[in-house]
């Protein structure tokens, strides 16, 4: 099928430079360039005078090609940010950014290019230029496909890719873009594309923020007449719609080359994209597997608006060998002793070693109301995740296939992780308690092959488009099933997985799991374990706290409910919400240490606080089961040594614990309730203050990164005490990175001794005895003018007034000089948002012994989404410093 031409395809017009004063846009870039044979001339953005001027030689050629309906102006950045970064250190890449022939300032021929023309077209351009190589292609769009049509053609002088929005596959089962459907239409081609600029219009409006005027008008400044926008018509008639196509056999020819592109490529997307979504990215990814990935969310289809792409793409390419950059210091990282590897014991292994147990595995707390708790023994676990794995093979999922587990903590959740990771599926788990919006952003960035689900998950799934073909955790009536999409229910994967042998165990260093940050500090984001590093975490968690065979484990935060099986420990999570620690009771924590005879007790800081608070409705029974537990750990936030003592009293035989850790580490430093108290009453005059996590556990090293003057962490990792700084930690159970998140890998390991290191985003300091301290985010670090002050011990030191609940202490005004704000919760609740009284004013002001601005009292701090324990301090800066300059007074 071929598409119906727009009439001003063929208008004619000779090249032209672009007019002084567009947008960001440096005219002594432009170039007029005739290439092929006839010549066209070409308008083309290109350094190379510049770096000439610098005395500078390129270590290669960015060869950089829009898309529809832009032109070389896209890149406009890009060029800029290169000729600064070679005139700063001497590193200079020459950056041509064409305007292909009938867009931008380029060529009017008057005919139609499609595909094969087009990068027939690049090649006459890159021949006319004299560009050798080493060269690396950047696009967008359909500039994308050209510039991967040019790169597939020149292996010999390719060094690297980079892809912003584009596609190079329309992948069967789904539909052509609906923008793209709607400006093929016969009617409205002509129109959308070449009378009006309505195509181009749309386009302009994907902007994630919108685009300035400027900038609008810096991309309408070719295509103000209709005889202009000839090219915006051709190009969108180019798209093959079908086999028979004219340019359907090129996209073909360049999309099945690109996988044996073996080059390092780096592709940077904008998830919001109404036209190349995610699932192209998924395509591209499965024919550049080693590509470096990284998605920004928030952005669109102008990623290189939406975003510094620029910094990114240099960055990058700084990492390059044909850089010149780093093979000696990796030859030096690679040469750096590894710590000692504990020995692998995978997941599964006590579920075989105890396949045969009648002892209770996990239990499954009724709701108020319900019936008796279920009871699962390790044989029936151990079957159950045997006939699981078995059913998913028959199913049809694949080692490597990422699955959602959209399933509450219990009994159905621990049986299908195990299954999933038995079989080598990698295990997607996104906590409910980042709502809606948080897990769609989740799930979608994962793109999950399949969805695993109870009902509520799957109703979620399909109302809000969420990839992934669907299995229920229930059988469901068969309208339902179908109106969710639903094939599957597990019980079915039990029968179809009868006489099926499960594939060969996946190996010890296969991607296991992408578990997702709390979204606390900014979008939550997928972090990656192996299956040798969550074997790793396991053995973490038993060697310090001496879990295993016969332990009962209450676990009020999934992951140690999830990790118990591997431990050989009994478990059971509480009754709760457990998308609001906060609703957990004392009653309902010793009902579930009674189900399990427990020993060991886990709850974030939020739930343990309600726990305290809730603890007279225990009764003698109640008194009973809490006296059996030998240890308690609370973590995910500070915790005041005030409420771990008054824990303590509802456990009077245990010791209380709080470790250290993130979702990249959980367990990297612990300490007990008699040290935080040695440490605190010791601690010398003149000390920053924070919260005393303890020592590293036995595999783990800690580091600081000192702050500079300006609250960065630019200090050479440390162990000498008392400096202020950055955390740095590594561990055998530390993730192995992020989920397409190229660029926060990179920031994590910046500067560190090795990439097995990883930057926490904590501020703190080691003491004299080599413990650990931490004192805040290095977000929510203050700079003011008398130099770099830490939230945390002052908020402790407030925290210590009498009538202070919880505080929190943040800065506002400009970074240098930002002064000092104290806002708190009151034991007789606020009722409105107001200034202190002045008494409990100038309580705070003494404790903090420092300047404030203000004393804030509101009825709650705002706090991250999965512990309700960390203060939101980002949140509550740009609130108050909207309050206390005149704007509207309302919660934080």
């Given at each position: 099928m071929t598409t119906p031409l727009p009439s001003a395809v063929g208008s004619t017009a000779p090249a032209s430079l672009p007019p002084d004063g567009l947008d960001g846009l440096d005219p002594t870039f432009s170039r007029l360039v005739t290439a092929g044979d006839p010549g066209r001339t070409w308008h083309l953005l290109d350094n190379a005078d510049h770096l000439a001027r610098l005395g500078v030689e390129p270590v290669g050629t960015l060869l950089c090609v829009h898309g529809?309906?832009?032109?070389?102006?896209?890149?406009?950045?890009?060029?800029?940010?290169?000729?600064?970064?070679?005139?700063?250190?001497?590193?200079?890449?020459?950056?041509?950014?064409?305007?292909?022939?009938?867009?931008?300032?380029?060529?009017?021929?008057?005919?139609?290019?499609?595909?094969?023309?087009?990068?027939?077209?690049?090649?006459?351009?890159?021949?006319?230029?004299?560009?050798?190589?080493?060269?690396?292609?950047?696009?967008?769009?359909?500039?994308?496909?050209?510039?991967?049509?040019?790169?597939?053609?020149?292996?010999?002088?390719?060094?690297?890719?980079v892809l912003l929005n584009t596609a190079v596959h329309q992948p069967e089962h789904l539909r052509i873009p609906a923008p793209l459907r709607l400006a093929l239409r016969p009617a409205v081609l002509g129109r959308a594309t070449v009378a009006t600029p309505a195509f181009l219009e749309t386009t302009l409006a994907l902007g994630r923020p919108r685009l300035t005027a400027a900038v609008k008008e810096g991309y309408r400044a070719p295509y103000r007449e209709a005889a202009r926008r000839g090219g915006i018509g051709g190009f969108v008639?180019?798209?093959?719609?079908?086999?028979?196509?004219?340019?359907?056999?090129?996209?073909?020819?360049?999309?099945?080359?690109?996988?044996?592109?073996?080059?390092?490529?780096?592709?940077?997307?904008?998830?919001?994209?109404?036209?190349?979504?995610?699932?192209?990215?998924?395509?591209?990814?499965?024919?550049?597997?080693?590509?470096?990935?990284?998605?920004?969310?928030?952005?669109?289809?102008?990623?290189?608006?939406?975003?510094?792409?620029?910094?990114?793409?240099?960055?990058?390419?700084?990492?390059?060998?044909?850089?010149?950059?780093?093979?000696?210091g990796a030859e030096a990282a690679s040469a750096s002793p590894r710590p000692a590897q504990p020995t692998y014991h995978p997941l599964w292994h006590q579920l075989d070693e105890q396949r045969h147990s009648t002892e209770t595995a996990l239990v499954e707390m009724a709701p108020p109301g319900g019936d008796s708790p279920r009871v699962v023994t390790w044989s029936l676990l151990a079957r159950r995740v045997r006939e699981l794995a078995a059913g998913l093979t028959a199913a049809g999922v694949r080692p490597g296939d990422r699955v959602s587990l959209l399933v509450p903590p219990g009994a159905d959740l621990t049986a299908v992780l195990y299954a999933c990771l038995r079989i080598g599926a990698v295990v997607v788990v996104a906590d409910a308690g980042l709502g809606l919006r948080g897990l769609t952003r989740a799930v979608r960035g994962s793109r999950p092959q399949h969805v695993i689900g109870a009902l509520p998950g799957l109703s979620a799934a399909r109302a809000l488009g969420w990839p992934g073909r669907r299995i229920s955790t229930?059988?469901?009536?068969?309208?339902?099933?179908?109106?969710?999409?639903?094939?599957?229910?597990?019980?079915?994967?039990?029968?179809?997985?009868?006489?099926?042998?499960?594939?060969?165990?996946?190996?010890?260093?296969?991607?296991?799991?992408?578990?997702f940050t709390s979204g606390s500090t900014g979008p939550a984001k997928g972090v990656v374990y192996s299956h040798r590093q969550l074997a790793a975490v396991a053995g973490a968690l038993r060697d310090q706290y001496d879990l295993g065979v016969g332990t009962g484990l209450v676990a009020g935060f999934a992951p140690f409910a999830l990790l118990a099986p591997a431990?050989?420990?009994?478990?059971?999570?509480?009754?709760?919400?457990?998308?609001?620690?906060?609703?957990?009771?004392?009653?309902?924590?010793?009902?579930?240490?009674?189900?399990?005879?427990?020993?060991?007790?886990?709850?974030?800081?939020?739930?343990?606080?309600?726990?305290?608070?809730?603890?007279?409705?225990?009764?003698?029974?109640?008194?009973?089961?809490?006296?059996?537990?030998?240890?308690?750990l609370s973590a995910g936030a500070p915790v005041p040594e005030p409420l771990l003592a008054a824990a303590g009293r509802l456990m009077p035989n245990a010791e209380p614990h709080t470790p250290y850790g993130m979702t990249e580490g959980l367990l990297m430093t612990d300490v007990t309730l008699d040290v935080i108290r040695d440490a605190t009453s010791t601690r010398p005059d003149g000390d920053r203050g924070g919260v005393c996590v303890g020592r590293p556990t036995p595999t783990t090293e800690v580091r600081i990164s000192p702050l500079d003057a300006d609250g960065a962490a630019t200090?050479?990792?440390?162990?000498?005490?008392?400096?202020?700084?950055?955390?740095?930690v590594t561990a055998p159970h530390l993730k192995r990175g992020y989920f397409r998140l190229h660029l926060t890998d990179r920031a994590a390991t910046r500067g560190v001794p090795d990439d097995r290191w990883h930057r926490t985003g904590d501020v703190g300091h080691l003491d004299e005895q080599g413990r650990l301290w931490v004192e805040g985010r290095l977000a929510h670090v203050i700079t003011t003018a008398d130099g770099v002050v830490t939230p945390v011990g002052l908020e402790q030191a407030v925290e210590q007034v009498d009538g202070v609940v919880r505080a929190g202490v943040v800065g506002i005004g400009p970074q240098g000089t930002q002064l000092l704000v104290a806002v708190v919760e009151t034991t007789t609740p606020a009722r409105r948002v107001a200034l202190a009284d002045p008494e409990l004013a100038e309580e705070v002001r003494g404790a903090v012994g420092r300047p404030l601005a203000a004393v804030l009292v509101v009825p709650d701090l705002p706090t991250d989404v999965r512990h309700n324990s960390k203060i939101d301090r980002t949140?509550?800066?740009?609130?108050?410093?909207?309050?206390?300059?005149?704007?509207?007074?309302?919660?934080?």
């Open positions: 529809n309906p832009t032109w070389s102006y896209l890149w406009r950045r890009l060029v800029t940010a290169a000729t600064a970064q070679a005139a700063a250190d001497g590193v200079a890449w020459r950056v041509i950014a064409v305007d292909q022939l009938e867009m931008g300032y380029s060529e009017r021929t008057g005919e139609l290019r499609g595909l094969p023309r087009r990068v027939a077209d690049l090649d006459d351009l890159t021949t006319a230029l004299g560009v050798t190589g080493p060269v690396v292609t950047v696009g967008h769009d359909w500039g994308g496909v050209i510039s991967l049509g040019w790169a597939v053609d020149h292996p010999d002088q390719l060094a690297g890719v008639a180019d798209i093959p719609v079908d086999a028979a196509h004219p340019s359907a056999a090129e996209l073909d020819r360049i999309a099945t080359a690109v996988s044996g592109l073996q080059v390092p490529a780096l592709m940077l997307w904008g998830p919001s994209d109404p036209v190349f979504g995610d699932q192209y990215l998924e395509d591209l990814v499965g024919r550049l597997p080693h590509a470096d990935v990284h998605r920004f969310e928030g952005a669109s289809h102008l990623v290189a608006e939406d975003v510094d792409y620029a910094a990114a793409a240099l960055t990058w390419l700084g990492d390059l060998p044909t850089a010149g950059s780093d093979d000696a229930t059988p469901l009536p068969r309208a339902t099933a179908r109106a969710l999409g639903v094939r599957y229910a597990l019980v079915d994967l039990v029968d179809l997985g009868q006489g099926v042998d499960t594939p060969a165990e996946p190996a010890p260093d296969a991607t296991a799991a992408v578990l431990l050989g420990a009994r478990s059971v999570t509480p009754d709760m919400d457990v998308t609001s620690p906060r609703t957990l009771t004392a009653p309902a924590v010793a009902a579930a240490a009674a189900a399990v005879d427990a020993t060991v007790l886990f709850l974030s800081p939020a739930a343990l606080a309600n726990v305290v608070a809730t603890a007279d409705s225990l009764t003698p029974a109640d008194h009973e089961a809490l006296a059996q537990v030998r240890i308690f200090g050479e990792p440390t162990t000498d005490p008392g400096r202020t700084g950055e955390i740095l949140r509550l800066a740009r609130w108050a410093e909207g309050v206390l300059s005149g704007g509207r007074v309302r919660r934080p």
